[in-house]
């Protein structure tokens, strides 16, 4: 039986998803940061998912999903992955614009409704930007990529997916080419920390080391 729950409550366990799969927990700090909200904010809401069984909260440690709280951050990552589909593969709207519409979306949309989406669009196993869409039962299949700040110098890849999909991150690597299935080599690796240079298109570009971590690919020989 599904659980009702408010659309605030939905956006909360779905970013304590993203953080507790990225480094195991979620911060008060890393939720306020994502949220873009007080820190009081914060603390009370946590209170009352716990208070509600959807959170487990260790105070210094941070938060992590219970199963139930589990459930439902799948379930609204579905509608919301599924909305970007349907936004890019039927209205034409370019991917680097999806996200923002689809997080409105995806708290006005039924289970019933999500499910005739998917059927509509046949059945797609990733969003635009290449993260996996949950099962209607709740399950997930992650393909194993890396992220191409791990990748060494003459590597090449294919580009899996980007992890972060804020807009203008999302501009930055249209223009470069960088999306879902596009061939990339990896030309130099700066010491220090410093710019990681990927071919792409036939083209270099030198990208940071936090933005390659965002970019993932699995490795052709």
């Known amino acids: ?29 890393d939720l306020v940061r994502a949220l873009k909200v007080t820190p009081g904010t914060v603390t009370n809401t946590i209170a009352r998912l716990e208070k509600e069984s959807f959170v487990i909260h260790e105070p210094y440690r941070g938060v992590r999903l219970t199963e139930k709280g589990r459930r439902i951050a799948l379930r609204t990552i579905r509608k919301h992955r599924l909305s970007e589909r349907l936004l890019t593969d039927l209205l034409n709207v370019e991917w680097e614009r999806v996200h923002e519409a689809a997080c409105k979306l995806e708290h006005s949309i039924s289970d019933e409704i999500a499910k005739k989406i998917e059927k509509a669009l046949g059945h797609p196993k990733t969003c635009p930007h290449g993260n996996p869409i ?12 890396e992220p191409l700040s791990e990748f060494n110098i003459g590597d090449k890849g294919v580009i899996a997916k980007i992890t972060d999909e804020r807009r203008e991150l999302l501009e930055y690597l ?7 299935d596009k061939i990339v080599e990896i030309v130099d690796k700066a010491p220090f920390g410093g710019p990681i240079t990927v071919r792409i298109e036939g083209k270099n570009h030198a990208l940071s080391r936090e933005i390659a971590s965002l970019i993932e690919a699995r490795k052709i020989e």
């Open 134 to 145: 949950p099962t209607e039962c709740g399950g997930i299949i992650e393909k194993s990529s």
């Open 1 to 29: 039986m599904n659980v009702e729950v408010t659309s605030a409550t939905e956006e909360y366990l779905e970013i304590i998803y993203k953080l507790q799969k990225k480094s195991g927990v979620a911060t008060t700090s």
């Open 174 to 180: 249209s223009s470069l080419e960088i999306r879902p």
